[in-house]
């Protein structure tokens, strides 16, 4: 990652921060945390609303990349319900924060194997939010397996 990039990305964390979208510390753009993430809408410490759930092999780059859900935002773009839900919370006093669910490791088995434990493992959270009522218009992406085993293929080449 050039200097440029860097400096780019925490331009972007700063403005999230100062809109009052709060990122996980361990959100770096040299983090590369692979799992499930979640939104959440939070007010006065006692009002917690999820309204999404998703996976990533990166999370950063999906929060900050081109084309992700806060890249987007902070450029004025909402085309997806995510982005919408954040500029309604936000206007209704709420902070965002983009939490880090649970993180899946690559095993390197086969790729079909780790996309399906990482769409596994999005699909578990999603579902428990769902039982608490939260998320309920939400459907699992599962596995996007054009992007995904791209991924794979990249972190283990021989198998």
Request: net charge neutral.
């Amino acid at each position: 990652m050039t200097q440029r990039e860097e400096e780019e990305f925490s331009k972007r964390i700063k403005k999230a921060n100062e809109l009052g979208i709060k990122i996980p510390r361990e959100l770096t753009p040299k983090s590369c945390v692979r799992g499930v993430y979640g939104f959440f809408a939070v007010k006065n410490m006692n009002e917690e609303i999820p309204f999404y759930i998703g996976k990533s092999n990166n999370i950063f780059l999906r929060m900050f990349g081109k084309s992700s859900h806060l890249n987007d935002y902070l450029r004025d773009v909402r085309k997806t319900e995510v982005h919408c839900s954040i500029e309604k919370f936000l206007q209704d006093g709420y902070h965002i924060e983009i939490r880090i669910l649970k993180k899946v490791e690559y095993t390197g088995e086969h790729f079909e194997s780790d996309a399906n434990k990482l769409a596994l493992a999005e699909l578990k959270e999603l579902v428990e939010c769902q039982d608490k009522g939260f998320c309920l218009k939400q459907l699992s992406e599962a596995v996007k397996e054009k992007y995904e085993r791209i991924e794979w293929e990249t972190k283990f080449p021989n198998q």
